[in-house]
T-cell receptor
Framework: DTGVSQDPRHKITKRGQNVTFRCDPISEHNRLYWYRQTLGQGPEFLTY????????KSRLLSDRFSAERPKGSFSTLEIQRTEQGDSAMYLC??????????FGPGTRLTVL | GQSLEQPSEVTAVEGAIVQINCTYQTSGFYGLSWYQQHDGGAPTFLSY????GLEETGRFSSFLSRSDSYGYLLLQELQMKDSASYFC????????????FGRGTQLTVWP
């Protein structure tokens, strides 16, 4: 039984660089979510896909952030022109229904 | 908007029972979930309540009162491995699937 996987697990980048993260959901799950979590806080919603359609984006997601889910399978989250404030854990989750989300291990981003 | 309130810290000893409360304010409430997160780990689903009442899963139980906008997570027979952060999260019908998380309760279990 494979859960949600994310790659890379850690990313260190310099301010102004672009970064891309990948999420592979549980295979039969049609819903995929991206959250961001900083120390001492709960996860904050970023965006959500049902199959390949991006149904909602948080106002937290500035125009430097973009997410895709081609063919309704894996998803990528790209951050352009990274800023120090982007340093956080980026979590991906997937679900079949609306009651239970299964989270991946996260990608920890550090922007120097 | 929406807000969730839960205690920031709770401590207890092994074998004890602890209750973590969560009050929420949101429109279009759909359901209340609980997640556990160990340091450096990912949130793990524990329980979900859409209707009033108690849901029991092993040592963990969760309760919801929709009229009071209140829920709690009850952990029984505490073990050292239960030391973690516990988050309540609400779902709204208008944004089905999206979860709004509280700031979490850090539970420390002492031997």
């Amino acid at each position: 039984d494979t859960g949600v996987s994310q790659d890379p697990r850690h990313k260190i980048t310099k301010r102004g660089q672009n970064v891309t993260f990948r999420c592979d959901p549980i295979s039969e799950h049609n819903r995929l979510y991206w959250y961001r979590q900083t120390l001492g806080q709960g996860p904050e919603f970023l965006t959500y896909f049902q199959n390949e359609a991006q149904l909602e984006k948080s106002r937290l997601l500035s125009d430097r952030f973009s997410a895709e889910r081609p063919k309704g399978s894996f998803s990528t989250l790209e951050i352009q022109r990274t800023e120090q404030g982007d340093s956080a854990m980026y979590l991906c989750a997937s679900s079949l229904g609306v009651d239970t989300q299964y989270f991946g291990p996260g990608t920890r981003l550090t922007v120097l | 908007g929406q807000s969730l309130e839960q205690p920031s810290e709770v401590t207890a000893v092994e074998g004890a029972i602890v209750q973590i409360n969560c009050t929420y304010q949101t429109s279009g409430f759909y359901g209340l979930s609980w997640y556990q997160q160990h340091d450096g780990g990912a949130p793990t689903f524990l329980s979900y309540n859409a209707l009033d009442g108690l849901e029991e899963t092993g040592r963990f139980s969760s309760f919801l009162s929709r009229s009071d906008s209140y829920g709690y997570l009850l952990l029984q027979e505490l073990q050292m491995k239960d030391s973690a952060s516990y988050f309540c999260a609400v779902g709204r019908g208008s944004t089905l699937g999206r979860l709004y998380f509280g700031r979490g309760t850090q539970l420390t279990v002492w031997p």
